[in-house]
């Protein structure tokens, strides 16, 4: 027989209209559009033979509306995790993404260069953000030994997770780039740690607005 290990499947959540206006969403609790409602009803479809034994979520609405299609096909609960939320972007929450670089130009160049070394005005810090939920992982991976986890999450925090689980250096936040409703998966081994599967995996979508920044 092979080693054991726990999966661990990370999702981000499908299009808002945030996405597509080019704002920034932060912890605006904004839904789903209707794209994203339908990005989350192929992405459910796509792991629909995959066994699930639990899901976790962001606390916000998007994350909370994409995890309900598999939470419904798997019927099983959203247990909400406060290690997933999104990351605080202060000032900018929900601000174009032309206004902030209109008045904010240092720090629009910062976060289009090297927002690792950064703390967005009234906001929280990339690095921050990385540690509390490579920690609430971490957790969870002892917690539930040898069983299969989705959660469901953000692209501020799926980046920098997925850095520290291949023990990128900074920067690395520019580097790894996730669509909307993707899915990457790890392999957790004890003793050996994690083991990316798939990066970024798109193919069951029929539609994706691409964010550069």
Do not use: C
């Given at each position: ?5 726990t999966q ?6 499908g ?8 704002r920034?969403r932060?912890?605006?609790?904004i839904?789903l559009s209707?794209?994203g409602f339908?990005?989350a009803?192929?992405l ?5 033979e995959?066994?699930?034994?639990v ?6 609405l998007r994350?909370?509306q994409?995890?309900e ?6 019927n ?8 997933f939320q ?5 000032d900018?929450t929900h ?7 209109r008045?904010?130009?240092?720090e ?15 906001g929280?810090n ?7 939920a490579?920690?609430a992982?971490?957790?969870l ?16 925090v799926?980046?920098p997770?997925?850095a520290?689980?291949l ?6 936040f520019?580097?790894?780039?996730l ?6 998966l790890?392999?957790y ?12 995996h ?5 539609s994706?607005?691409r964010e550069i920044?």
């Amino acid at each position: 027989m092979g080693e054991t290990y726990t999966q661990v499947f990370l999702i981000r959540h499908g299009e808002t209209e945030s996405n597509v206006e080019g704002r920034f969403r932060g912890r605006a609790n904004i839904p789903l559009s209707k794209n994203g409602f339908v990005q989350a009803s192929e992405l459910a479809n796509s792991l629909s033979e995959t066994k699930i034994d639990v899901i976790y979520s962001s606390p916000l609405l998007r994350a909370k509306q994409t995890a309900e299609k598999l939470a419904i096909t798997k019927n099983l609960p959203i247990v909400e995790h406060s290690g997933f939320q999104n990351i605080d972007l202060g000032d900018w929450t929900h601000k174009l993404k032309d206004e902030v670089k209109r008045d904010y130009p240092i720090e629009w160049a910062q976060w289009t260069t090297l927002p690792e070394y950064m703390t967005i005005p009234g906001g929280e810090n990339i690095i921050e953000v990385r540690n509390r939920a490579r920690k609430a992982l971490d957790k969870l991976v002892r917690k539930h030994d040898g069983e299969n986890l989705a959660i469901f999450t953000h692209r501020a925090v799926l980046k920098p997770l997925i850095a520290s689980l291949l023990s990128m250096p900074s920067p690395f936040f520019w580097k790894l780039h996730l669509e909307t409703a993707s899915y990457s998966l790890f392999h957790y081994y004890k003793g050996k740690g994690y083991v990316m599967q798939k990066f970024n995996h798109t193919s069951h979508l029929s539609s994706i607005h691409r964010e550069i920044f």
